[in-house]
């Protein structure tokens, strides 16, 4: 109850900052808004009882930040109040945007995105995640609360786990400080790096902070005795000022110690002044200019250290005059000199820019988020590329996906999950069957998009297919895919030629070409090498071959031909004692029963029916026993005669297997486009890890059906395929 009490009265007292900048800050009808989406937030988290882990808290210090240390208004405020609600799916985007606009519902929707990233490595990834951020950002309100989100974050680090402060502090030194900076929130940035430096370089940090503290004094003495004849010479001139003493952070001090390998006595810019005049926007740059000459009078300027921000300011908008000159005690200051719209533009980056032209409050907000955009998506800060750089960024579609391990890849959109193997490694874009994208299955045609997680399935009998280059858009993935193809082919080359050479040995055929040319012209091959890809894919029967190859061998073996009139009576005395089944029978009406789909090559028997003529089933047919014993008088035997017509007999097959990604792509693979048969409909059922499939399709024959079968069997995942009765 105690720690609930005292969360309770941080919220209180977060919540009367917020109020008390909004009063400062916003018109009454912003203020208004910002307050209802307040008491929005308080009554979800009192509903839900989470006032232990200071989440509440930690929303309004968000929003605060956003108003009075960026500069944000009250969109964005309101904003990021809100923008944990949908993560933990206490309110939808629908009800936000019903409530509080379309803007505010997609930011929140894009910070929901962009708080699931987790880069593995922020030191080597920076840039990449920075372009992500944006890629996934439609608004750039949404990293700005993102900055304004790990400020806090990083001020209640002390509450979390050792393992997760290190984590945080290191994302913050490498993508979010740098981020801060390239914005001019250079408050924002100091303050991140001095709070990461707190946990990951803790003995430093805490040796700085003494040492500052134990300097204090003197540093101010330095400061009374440099400014007193500045000062008296600014009155004499007229001019309204202020002058602080600005101490270096402590992360800056800490990294020119490491730089020069020095100690912090021998840091010579420790410490610095800024004068800060109160002029007219006409005036400001003369009066700048006239103060520097008034320091560099009374004491001398090292000309190398001198920093003209003010002719040409900075691409993030900071402007200000610095130097270094030699003061009391020989001691080197650097002073710097703005106007108080420099220093405010320095403090809270380009936000405050707007306020002196005269645009107020949300108009003004959405220029310089306009602008925010151009900086974050421009790599070179230099004014002349900028514009040229931007369109660049702008027409480049990239997406930026992770890795399980949080390593970032960057793809061109459109690429698929087989894109993204490949882009790991040939190997695994070669056994790639499928991956799991956020925690579901998906297939390896499917598309990825900014942030997902890919984790890709492999097996080692899986090979590129012919039909991967119609979907995968990496030149990486194409040109892998091509040369395994390439490589596929050789090697089936190889061993169909192997196989044929030593069956015709086996055959005693010795003139092999021939033999190649002969088999080539009757299956209308199109290159030589067709038929050893065919025999090394099991998609030709040998036995026909030899059959084709020896019958001319054979042919003065056989009887004499009979002659049409004895040919025809002995077919005469044959179809007296067996039912001819053929394309040419055209005075019986037969059907084939449906109870066990008989096909082309089946041992087959007809039964006359009484209505519905003779019906021809299959010898092993469940229910011939019955036929036999019942109506014996109307089994009539049956013979299949001719050649049968391509896919014209219905069959059903079942097939049994492991459940896993890809699998019935793979099977369907076989079936419709390496054996070109057609499948008249497909059921699936899965159970404990286990599927089982009954296809109906059409087959040519019981050899046709035979490979297919067999070429199914072969499939990996697939324990059993076998033909139902």
Known sequence: MENKELTF?????????????LEELQPPSNANQVHDALELVKSIYEKHDEWNDSTATHLVNVAQICLSDIGLGATSAIAALLHETVERKWLTPVEIEKRFGEAIAQ????????????PKDPKTQAELFRQMLISISSDARVILIKLADRLDTMRSLSRVQPELRLKRSWETFHLYAPLAHRLGLYRLKSEMEDLAMKYIYPKEYKYIIKRLQETTASRNRFLQSFMVPIDEELRKRGFRFTIKGRTKSVYSIFRKMQNQEVDFDEVHDIFAIRIILDSRPENEKSDCWQVYSIITDKYTPNTERLRDWISVPKSNGYESLHTTVLGPENKWIEVQIRTTRMDEIAEKGLAAHWKYKGIRQEQGIDEWVARVREILESPDTSPEDKVEQFQMNLNSSDIYVFTPKGDIRKLPAKST??????????????????????????????????????????????????????????????????????????????EGKEILLRRLKNWKIDDTEAAVQKINKHLKLKKPTDIFILIAEGKVDLSAIKTLLTADEEKPALKEPQSKAETEQAETKESADYLVIDEKLVNVDYRLAKCCNPIFGDDIFGFVTVNEGIKIHRSSCPNAGQLNQRWPYRVVKARWKGSSKAGAFQTTIRITGVDEIGILNRISEVISKDLRVNMRNLNVSSRDGLFEAQIQLYVEDTKHLEMLLYRLNRVQGVNKAVRMK
Do not use: M, Y
């Not at 009265?9 to 900048?21: G, H, I, P, V």
């Not at 930011?107 to 987790?118: A, E, H, P, R």
């Not at 490694?425 to 900014?450: M, R």
């Open 417 to 494: 999950v087989l894109d993204f193997a490949f882009d790991i490694h040939t190997d695994i874009g070669s056994q790639c069957v499928g991956a799991i994208v956020n925690g579901k299955n998906t297939t390896i045609k499917q598309e990825l998009q900014n942030g997902d997680v890919v984790e890709i399935l492999t097996s080692k009998k899986q090979k590129p297919k012919k039909d991967w280059l119609t979907f995968v858009v990496t030149s990486k993935a194409k040109s892998r895919i091509k040369q395994q193809l390439r490589d596929i082919e050789n090697r089936e080359i190889q």
């Open 107 to 118: 930011i929140v929707i894009n910070f929901t995105q962009i708080s699931g990233l987790d």
């Open 9 to 21: 009265k941080a919220f209180e007292a977060s919540k009367a900052s917020l109020t008390k900048s």
